[in-house]
């Protein structure tokens, strides 16, 4: 895939942008998207990712790991899962926050703390991830798993992380992305774009909501296009690694100091 400039938010695929209208614009779809299927979510996150996916916010997790007394932000927590990767791997007196604006996701996410007994590190909020009700310089780091895909304005969403974490903070980001190998890329779109949606209506009854899932893929930038994004939103020393091939990538950068 070519990198086109100046990098923005891609356009939706038509058959995408038709879906978005009718559903009041995308922020409204990509919300009731996911209220009704926070019930299955996290068993359709394993079973996609053969369980993958737990190790890829893992490797997110570790990158913003936060020192004793820190403060996080997970962005577009869902169910919490990154959140709590994020409070495991940092120190025991840290604290996270997760924002989500579907309380569906949150609901289960909070369930999740309970039954972990981690309601004391990890606290869920309701928020939109592209107007954050914090002030600058809040967090040590910021991350968000399979978020920025779904968001309306993905620089706004960068620009949002950025104004939030304290200079010198980290971000990170895990994305689905575009394996460079084209052999490994058409056998996992033929997966992607087949099995996936099949499996979201085997499960949740929600074939509409897994077929969006490759569409909103197929329009998204590949890593590079994404670390220019986040260049352009202000975040320095962008890099990134892919895992499973290019199936995700993590997009890791750190705020300026001057
Ligand atoms: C694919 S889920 C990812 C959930 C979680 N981060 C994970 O790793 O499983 C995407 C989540 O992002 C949330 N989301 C998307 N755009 C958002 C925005 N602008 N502000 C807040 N939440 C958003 C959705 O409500 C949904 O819960």
Not at 225 to 237: C, D, N, P, Q, S
Request: proline residues 7%; contains cysteine; charged residues 25%.
């Amino acid at each position: 895939m070519s990198v086109p400039g100046p990098a923005s938010t891609p356009t939706p695929a038509p058959e995408l942008r038709a879906r978005f209208e009718a559903a009041g614009g995308k922020s409204a779809y990509v919300q009731r998207m996911f209220g009704r299927i926070a019930r299955v979510y996290d068993l359709m996150n394993h079973l996609m990712t053969a369980g993958l996916d737990r190790r890829w916010r893992d490797a997110t997790a570790r990158r913003v790991a936060l020192d004793p007394g820190g403060h996080g932000l997970d962005i577009g927590t869902g169910t919490g899962d990154l959140a709590i990767a994020l409070a495991r791997v940092s120190a025991p007196d840290a604290r996270v926050i997760g924002v989500d604006f579907t309380p569906e996701m949150l609901a289960f996410g909070r369930e999740k703390l309970r039954r972990l007994g981690l309601m004391d590190r990890v606290e869920l909020r309701q928020g939109d991830g592209e107007r954050l009700a914090f002030d600058e310089d809040s967090f040590d780091a910021c991350c968000s798993a399979f978020v920025v895909r779904n968001m309306s304005d993905l620089r706004q969403g960068f620009a949002e992380m950025l104004r939030v974490t304290k200079p010198g903070g980290r971000v990170a980001c895990l994305e689905m992305s575009h394996p460079p190998s084209p052999i490994f890329g058409a056998a996992f779109h033929l997966y992607f774009d087949r099995v996936v949606p099949l499996l979201g209506r085997l499960i949740g009854r929600a074939f509409d909501a897994y077929s969006y899932l490759p569409t909103s893929v197929s329009t998204f930038p590949d890593a590079p296009h994404l670390k220019r994004i986040m260049e352009e939103a202000g975040w320095r020393e962008v890099t990134y690694d892919y895992r499973a091939g290019g199936v995700v990538a993590i997009h890791v950068g750190v705020k300026p100091t001057d």
